[in-house]
């Protein structure tokens, strides 16, 4: 379909919180996915929420059939289409660990995140989906369904001493690899 423009830190159009979906397998979703898929691809991202590319709706899609070039050595994540999710914690354990974003370009910062949840929601077709994750897999979720109640990592940064520009932090990453 086509490569969408994805909004920056600064824009409120982040901050609001998406509506849920209710029309699943409609043309217009399946055309709104395509374009969310062209759009991640086009980045090397490893996930994106509808609301990065202004639109306002409980849809996050996340996962790659590849390693990622901008997350090397970390576990493959299963392409997913996720609406209307909904994330529980299994426990209380948490894990601290590096992240960016596609609407904070050029950034990394330390974010705390469940080390082990449930998410629930729906495919594209309205299919339920309901998976217990861990790691990485759990970290893009949460990252990603954040984004459908107006957080962006750095507003769940605790340590700002363990934010900053991912040239500065990690000299010898490459442009492509930083957010």
């Known amino acids: 379909m086509s490569v969408r423009e994805i909004l920056k830190m600064g824009d409120t159009r982040l901050l609001r919180v998406a509506e849920p979906v209710s029309n699943f397998g409609s043309p217009q979703l399946h055309a709104l996915i395509a374009d969310m898929q062209d759009t991640m691809a086009a980045v090397n991202g490893a996930g994106l929420a509808a609301p990065q590319i202004g639109v306002n709706l409980q849809l996050v899609i996340f996962g790659s059939t ?54 629930t929601g729906f495919d594209e077709n309205g299919s339920p989906i309901d998976r217990t994750v861990e790691g990485f897999h759990a970290r893009v979720v949460q990252h990603e369904c954040d984004h459908l109640i107006g957080k962006l990592y750095p507003m769940r940064v605790r340590d700002f001493t363990r934010f900053g520009y991912t040239d500065v932090l990690f000299p010898g990453i490459s442009a492509a690899e930083d957010d």
């Open 66 to 119: 590849a390693p990622n070039p901008r997350y090397p050595g970390r576990p493959l994540v299963p392409r997913t289409v996720l609406i209307n999710p909904v994330i529980t914690p299994v426990n209380t354990d948490e894990e601290d660990d590096w992240e960016g974003c596609l609407s904070v370009p050029g950034l990394r910062g330390v974010v705390p995140r469940w080390a082990h949840i449930r998410y």
